[in-house]
């Protein structure tokens, strides 16, 4: 299975990215899918997570200015960030817990991480 993100890129402070991120492999189903994000000298944190049906779960930084949204029969997880501020700006990384073909449980997947950059 492998995670593919892309949307990065540089942005002024107020502005918008639509970051998404696809998976593809041997996939029966996935469970949930998020994002996280990883500031320099920071630790990564937890953006937001979307499960199957379509419910989300937003860090408080991020609610009312970011939306995340999922296409399941593409298997891609979507994230829109509006009011973006610099403190927004990291490397945003996508996960997905996939079911596989051959495989009992889930496992849990990271994308390669697109960078994000809120500069004037």
């Known amino acids: 299975v492998q995670l593919q993100a892309c949307g990065g890129g540089l942005v002024q402070p107020g502005g918008s990215l639509r970051l998404s991120c696809a998976a593809s492999?041997?996939?029966?189903?996935?469970?949930?899918m998020g994002w996280y994000r990883q500031a320099p000298e920071k630790q990564r944190e937890l953006v937001v997570v979307i499960n199957y049906s379509g419910r989300a779960s937003y860090a408080d930084s991020v609610k009312g200015r970011f939306t995340i949204s999922r296409d399941n029969a593409k298997n891609t997880v979507f994230l829109q960030m509006n009011s973006l501020k610099p403190e927004d700006a990291a490397i945003y990384y996508c996960?997905?817990?996939?079911?596989?073909?051959?495989?009992?449980?889930?496992?849990?997947?990271w994308g390669q991480g697109t960078l994000v950059t809120v500069s004037s």
């Open positions: 996960t997905a817990e996939v079911f596989e073909v051959g495989k009992p449980e889930f496992g849990n997947y």
């Open positions: 492999g041997s996939i029966v189903s996935i469970n949930n």
